[in-house]
Every structure is written in C-alpha cells, then in structure tokens.
C-alpha cells in the first residue's frame, strides 16, 4: 500500500487551477475598488458606505473574499506543509485553518449586508 | 527515503538569487496577510458600522503604531499582488527564461517598495 496521509497534498491540477483564478478575481477587484475609492471628489464615511451600499460592489467585495478564502487555503497549506513534519499536528493546524476560514466568510457576510 | 542525505541549511552562508527573494517574501506575505485577516475585516466592518466606529478606526490610525502596521500589511499586499502578477506572467511563459526572471525579479522588488514608499510617505 502506498504511503497516503490524510493531511497531504491532493496531487492534482485543481488546487494549482484554483489558485491562479482566485487571484486574477482578487487583482480585478483591488483594481476595480482603489479606482473607484479615488474616482471619489471626497473619501468619508458618507461616500464610503454609499460605494458599499450598492449590491453589486457588495456582492463583487464577497466574490473577491471568497476567492481570498480560497487562495488563502491552498497558500497557507502548502505552507504548513512544507514547514510541518508529524502528520498529526498538520491535520490539527489544516482544520484550524480550515475552520476559521469559514467563519471569516460568514462574518464578510454579516459585514456586507448586516451594516 | 535516504535519510542520511547530506544536508546544509546555514541559513546566513545561503545566497538566494534574485527569484528566490521573490518567492520567499511571496510566502512570507501571503502569511502575514493570512495572520493579519481578522484585523483587516475588524477594520473594514468598523469602516462600515457606524461613523462612530469609523472615526475611531481612523484616529486609531492616525497612531504612530497603526500607521506602522497599516504599512507593513502594504508593503505584504503590494509584494505579495506584483509577485502574483509575476508568476502569472511566468505561467503564460512571458518570462520563462533566465535573464527575464533575474529582471522581472528586480521589477517585483522595486515596484512594490516604491509603492509602498509612496503610498506610506503620504499617509504619515
């Protein structure tokens, strides 16, 4: 039997795929929101909210964090799995990992349409 | 595996070449900005709450101490947005060869520490 760990890399095509869209979704949007916070006559609160009071900057702000989630996963796992030897305490920081990711998307959610 | 492979991590006898720069301080922001996530949506939803929690979000950045940590996680986001855009150029093979990648290295490093520069000048 081969040597397979749980907490290993998944050996595919997909991860290296993922990473690359969610940061050309990530660079549109950092883009796309610094020209629109400089096309501003005045950056306050006022003009800030009334930018994120719209439904499609909100909706393209959770589209971008989600790809951040996303390549933040993969970034991070690599990482950890480079630097992180014993099996058992990789699998523990993944899902750690993994865990707080998930809430950081459900607290974007609360930010953008709970304000 | 052979374990007894010889070894040799003096870290400060190690000379990365230019490429290598970029791709460890790729890295080391990406982890940065994935440490720094919870404080970066704190202050986006304090942008966002109430102009209460803006203006103390804006004074607590006028501080010596948020200035510095608002130009650190800069210069990561800066670094770690040029380096991407490099790589991505790299994976439609732009700058596969040698020469382009020592180059382009030196574009990445530059570009973001003059960004950074710039952007941290005007804030202070």
């Given at each position: 039997m081969v040597g397979r760990i749980v907490s290993g890399a998944h050996y595919g095509l997909r991860d290296w795929l993922v990473q690359r869209v969610s940061a050309v979704v990530m660079a549109l949007y950092a883009l796309c929101l610094t020209g629109y916070a400089l096309a501003q006559p005045h950056l306050d609160y006022d003009s800030w909210t009334r930018m994120f009071s719209s439904n499609i900057l909100r909706s393209f702000t959770l589209l971008a964090l989600l790809a951040l989630y996303c390549h933040a996963w993969i970034g991070v796992r690599d990482i950890v799995m480079d630097y992180v030897k014993p099996a058992g305490v990789r699998l523990v920081i993944h899902v750690l990992v993994l865990l707080a990711l998930i809430l950081y998307f459900f607290w974007s959610v609360q930010i953008l349409w709970g304000m | 595996m052979n374990n007894r492979r010889p070894k040799f991590l003096a870290l400060h006898q190690i000379k990365l070449p230019l490429p290598g720069v970029v791709s460890i301080l790729h890295r080391i922001s990406g982890a940065l900005l994935f440490i720094a996530l919870p404080l970066l949506l704190w202050m986006l939803q304090c942008s966002l709450r109430s102009i209460e929690t803006y203006t103390r979000l804006t004074d607590a950045l006028q501080q010596p101490l948020g200035k510095l940590v608002l130009i650190a996680l800069l210069w990561a986001f800066l670094h770690h947005f040029c380096a991407g855009i490099r790589y991505l150029a790299i994976d439609l093979?732009?700058?596969?060869?040698l020469g382009r990648a020592r180059s382009s290295s030196r574009w990445v490093l530059a570009v973001s520490l003059a960004l950074t520069a710039s952007i941290g000048i005007w804030l202070w």
């Open positions: - | 093979q732009l700058a596969s060869s």
